[in-house]
C-alpha cells in the first residue's frame, strides 16, 4: 500500500492564480480531510468527506472548494490563491468511527506570491 | 467551537529524562484524543491515543493520561532518545471521529 499520497509536493503562485492540489489513499478508508499546517498554529481542518460525494466545511473553508468523486481522491482546489493561502498542505485519511487511526500523506508546501 | 490547547510550545531535556506536555480541551462532547508525533518535512504519525472511557494508557515509554473532569490530557515520554526530537501535536475529536481539532505543537529537542 501506498497509504495517503500528494501532488505536488512544492508549488509556487502568483495572486489571483487558480490550482487543484491531488490527494489519494488506497487503503478504502471513508474518511478524508484537508488541513494546513502554519508556524505557531497546529493543522486546522479545512473540508472533510464522509465519503464519496459527501463534504463539508471545516474550521477555515474560506477560498478552498472540494469534491469527492471517489472513495479514493479528494481534491483541494483554490480558486484564486491569496498570500494568506501560503502554507504546508496536508491531507488525511481514516476508517469510519472514534479511534480509527489518521493517516497523514507527505504535505504540499505552497507559496504565493 | 471546540478549542484545544497546548504546553509548551518548546521543551528541551537532557537525553534519559522525561517529557511531559499538556493540553486542555474545551468541548465536553470530545470523547478521543490522539497524540501525533511530525518528524522534519513529514507528515504527522498517530504514536498513541486515547478514548474518553480510559483515564491513562501506555505503550513502552509513552503514556497518556485524560482527566475528563478537569478537560485535561498529558502525553508523557520516559527514558527520552535523541530520535524522540520532533513536534508533537495533541487533538480532541468527536462527531464519530471525523472532527479533529489540533493543539498547535510543541517542538522538543532531546539533547544527547
Known amino acids: 500500500n501506498a497509504g495517503v499520497t500528494q501532488t505536488p509536493k512544492f508549488q509556487v503562485l502568483k495572486t489571483g492564480q487558480s490550482m487543484t492540489l491531488q490527494c489519494a489513499q488506497d487503503m478504502n478508508h471513508e474518511y478524508m480531510s484537508w488541513y494546513r499546517q502554519d508556524p505557531g498554529m497546529g493543522l486546522r481542518l479545512i473540508h472533510y468527506?464522509?465519503?464519496?460525494?459527501?463534504?463539508d466545511q471545516g474550521e477555515v473553508p474560506n477560498g478552498y472548494n472540494v469534491s469527492r468523486s471517489t472513495t479514493e481522491d479528494f481534491p483541494l482546489r483554490l480558486l484564486s490563491a491569496a498570500p494568506s493561502q501560503t502554507s504546508v498542505y496536508f491531507c488525511?485519511?481514516?476508517?469510519?468511527?472514534?479511534?480509527?487511526?489518521?493517516?497523514f500523506g507527505p504535505g504540499t508546501r505552497l507559496l504565493v506570491l | 467551537g471546540e478549542n484545544v490547547e497546548q504546553h509548551p510550545s518548546t521543551l528541551s531535556v537532557q537525553e534519559g529524562d522525561s517529557a511531559v506536555i499538556k493540553c486542555t480541551y474545551s468541548d465536553s462532547a470530545s470523547n478521543y484524543f490522539p497524540w501525533y508525533k511530525q518528524e522534519l518535512g513529514k507528515g504527522p504519525q498517530l504514536i498513541i491515543d486515547?478514548?474518553?472511557?480510559?483515564g491513562e494508557k501506555k505503550d513502552q515509554r509513552i503514556a497518556v493520561t485524560l482527566n475528563k473532569t478537569a478537560k485535561h490530557f498529558s502525553l508523557h515520554i520516559t527514558e527520552t532518545q535523541p530520535e524522540d526530537s520532533a513536534v508533537y501535536f495533541c487533538?480532541?475529536?468527536?462527531?464519530?471521529?471525523?472532527?479533529?481539532?489540533f493543539g498547535a505543537g510543541t517542538r522538543l529537542f532531546v539533547k544527547a
Open positions: 486515547i478514548r474518553s472511557n480510559v
Open positions: 468527506s464522509v465519503g464519496a460525494g459527501i463534504t
Open positions: 487533538a480532541a475529536s468527536w462527531d464519530g471521529g471525523f472532527k479533529t481539532i
Open positions: 488525511a485519511s481514516s476508517g469510519r468511527g472514534v479511534g480509527e487511526t489518521q493517516y
